[in-house]
């Protein structure tokens, strides 16, 4: 293919934002990967990539040049589906169908589809409704599911990690603010309360449907809305200095991240659901299948490094 590896290499870190990720998805060594990048910034004359322990994000310079990278690509591409060259053949889309119920398909899919559409544009994912998916031909099913009270070992082996509940709060709340912690759970502090209902009184709770179940009947009370949709209950409490959200972390990565959402210092382990990633017979042991199962691993297990936001500094 008529392509600049070095462009290739800067492609593939600027969308996992991890020089390790980005080599095992080229089949490069991660120090080979580092000195492709060295050797392109040296060539440009600018820093592209702010360079942490665990992670690394596009610099000023780096973020202009990834939108004419970007366009290099995809004229690469155009070119050479045009002209694919007698030793090569035209690779043809592999079409995936996932039956997810709904926080997979709003928060998980999404993000883990972007990252493999950064080295595998033949790879196409179709999404549909696990609840409704009678009749509907699927190759894996993608659901959260509450963790049971025996183990079962057959369910084991789909388990692709879990999804924590967390309990958060606006910036906006004045009576709850000073309480957060980091947006990944870390605190250095004594937490002013460990459980729900240590959260003060004058907070009413919002609560993402799938926790209902698991309120205490001293909580119940307390509850002023119920949601099917984890976005209706975000919204609220974005938007309310006196309602607290008892939502999956899923949901809530991106506003934590950013500190539109602040994450206070509740554990919740029974509201735990574990991410079953269960694949028909025939799409089992497929590469495309393997590549699916790892990519959504290393999201659950990686977050934060895999959405490109870096630890605070002292956070374990």
């Known amino acids: 293919m008529i392509e600049d590896l070095r462009l290739k290499v800067f492609l593939a870190?600027?969308?996992?934002?991890?020089?390790?990720?980005?080599?095992?998805?080229?089949?490069l060594g991660q120090s080979s990967v580092s000195q492709h990048i060295a050797a392109l910034e040296k060539k440009l004359g600018v820093t592209l990539f702010h360079r942490t322990r665990t992670d690394v994000s596009l610099s000023a310079e780096g973020m202009t040049f990834l939108q004419y990278a970007e366009?290099?690509?995809?004229?690469?591409?155009?070119?050479?589906?045009?002209?694919?060259?007698?030793?090569?053949?035209?690779?043809?889309?592999?079409?995936?169908?996932?039956?997810?119920?709904?926080?997979?398909?709003?928060?998980?899919?999404p993000r883990a589809a972007s990252l493999i559409r950064g080295t595998r544009k033949d790879i196409t994912l179709r999404v549909v409704d696990a609840s409704s998916s009678d009749g509907i031909q699927y190759d894996a099913s993608l659901v959260s599911k509450a963790v049971p009270e025996t183990m079962d070992f057959e369910g084991e082996k789909n388990i692709v990690g879990t999804m924590d509940a967390?309990?958060?709060?606006?910036?906006?709340?004045?009576?709850?603010?000073?309480?957060?912690?980091?947006?990944?759970g870390k605190s250095s502090a004594p937490a002013p309360f460990s459980t729900i209902a240590g959260v003060h009184v004058s907070n009413s709770l919002a609560v993402w449907e799938g926790y209902s179940?698991?309120?205490?009947?001293?909580?119940?009370?307390r509850v002023s809305f119920t949601g099917f949709s984890p976005e209706a209950v975000?919204?609220?409490?974005?938007?309310?200095?006196?309602?607290?959200?008892?939502?999956?972390?899923?949901?809530?990565?991106?506003?934590?991240g950013k500190g539109e959402l602040l994450r206070l210092p509740v554990p919740l382990p029974s509201f735990a659901f574990d991410v079953h990633f269960t694949p028909?017979?025939?799409?089992?042991?497929?590469?495309?299948c393997s590549l699916l199962r790892n990519v959504l691993s290393d999201l659950i297990?990686?977050?934060?490094?895999?959405?490109?936001?870096?630890?605070?500094?002292?956070?374990e």
């Open 213 to 221: 179940d698991f309120l205490t009947p001293d909580l119940l009370p």
């Open 71 to 109: 366009r290099l690509e995809y004229w690469y591409e155009a070119a050479h589906r045009m002209f694919p060259g007698e030793d090569e053949v035209i690779s043809f889309q592999k079409k995936v169908t996932i039956a997810a119920d709904a926080v997979s398909a709003s928060y998980l899919l």
């Open 280 to 288: 028909t017979a025939s799409f089992e042991g497929k590469e495309t």
């Open 166 to 184: 967390v309990v958060v709060c606006s910036p906006l709340n004045r009576e709850l603010r000073e309480a957060a912690v980091t947006f990944d």
């Open 234 to 256: 975000k919204n609220l409490v974005l938007r309310s200095p006196d309602t607290v959200g008892i939502l999956p972390e899923f949901a809530v990565w991106d506003e934590l």
């Open 301 to 315: 297990h990686d977050r934060w490094t895999v959405l490109g936001y870096s630890r605070p500094s002292g956070g």
């Open 13 to 27: 870190v600027a969308r996992t934002g991890n020089f390790t990720r980005a080599g095992s998805a080229l089949g």
